[in-house]
């Protein structure tokens, strides 16, 4: 059905989603200054804040758990950590600047987690410390790893719960501590270079009209975050539904692009917890957050000689709608797509597609965004 939809939006588009009107020559931006402090204050700021205390939360309650492992403790702990899961996901957009130095992103949701690493921490004797849990490296630690030790489709959750019962258990819930203690303190690394530091990052991208040792100009900005919008909307589309579904386009050995046609239920992120389409909700509920909390909806509104922009404004709007209306499927993700039921999840790929083409067709254009090589390229 939503392939169908899809079909005619491209056959016969409607006004929100026709081919974008030519803009006039590059000009400087107006109120430029406006926009970029209510990007931080209304929408960047905000989300790394909700990040660190639901990072806080976790760390909590794995303490709570690890002192008395019961069932209801492990529920309530599992609950953290999706929390923690989605409010990373309501960043996606913002890999830049404080998420990325030092590849800290990696550290706090490497995919998939190595096992290798993983076993052999549990499996050792030396204390299980968020300094030792760092230093075995990205592939044992963060989300991706908490998930592990938290879900097993193959158990029953008496079965997952028993796991950190006992003397046996103990090892194991030291460790859910330990990484859950050291993602907090990466988190709140990242949200520190927003949020506490006064002459540090946020002030670098309000002030970026006038100049500093960060920011050249307020177009370099703008450039940085739409391209960032896209990869994130990129990733959504392809990665994390469409390779999955067995719809995305890949590189063949002779370098050449061919369509998957192949579904991969383990391509799914967090397939083992069945957060999968949560998961890019979370990122599509982010996108909208920064460019409605974050004035840029409003800023293209107020600055239209020539329709042009309020109509894009519109139109993404629109789209991001859609998206979040689309129903949570009742069965798995995982489950669904293993069992040759990938469709119910399609509308999640073909609307996500319309997000992408509209930061790169409609979007990137009104805002003069020259959208280049990216993260996503190349794979």
Known sequence: MFKK???????????????????????????????????????????????????NTLEQRSKAFCAEPDAEKFRVLREGWGETLLAWHHTDALLFGPAVEEQIDFSINFNPPKKSIINGLLGGTDELTPAAIDKAGVGGQGLG????????????????????????GKRRCAYVQAASELLHQDISTIADGWVKDSRGYATAFRTADKGNATFASARQVVDLLVGKLYQSAEKTSKKRIGNPLGKGINLNSKGKQEILNQSNAYQLEAWRSGYSVRVVRANVEGMQRIM???????????????????????????????????????????????????????????LGNDIQMGIKRQLAKVMRVQLGFNDNDGD
């Not at 939006?9 to 006039?24: G, I, S």
């Not at 709007?317 to 979040?324: A, D, G, K």
């Open 5 to 55: 939809f899809f079909l005619c939006l491209l056959l016969f588009p409607l006004p929100l989603l026709a081919e974008t009107p030519a803009v006039a020559p590059a000009t400087p931006l107006p109120d430029v200054d406006k926009l970029l402090a209510q990007l931080v204050d209304g929408a960047i700021i905000p989300l790394y804040r909700e990040l660190e205390v639901a990072a």
């Open 145 to 168: 790893t908490l998930e592990f030790l938290l879900f097993d489709r193959d158990k029953t959750e008496a079965e997952q719960l028993a796991a950190f019962q006992g003397d046996a």
């Open 292 to 350: 409605r909390d974050g004035g840029l909806f409003q800023w293209l509104r107020e600055h239209d000689n020539s329709k042009t922009a309020k109509w894009i404004a519109d139109a993404m709007e629109q789209r991001f709608n859609n998206y979040l209306k689309l129903p949570i499927p009742t069965t798995d993700p995982f489950t669904l797509i293993r069992n040759g039921q990938g469709k119910e999840l399609d509308g999640y790929y073909y």
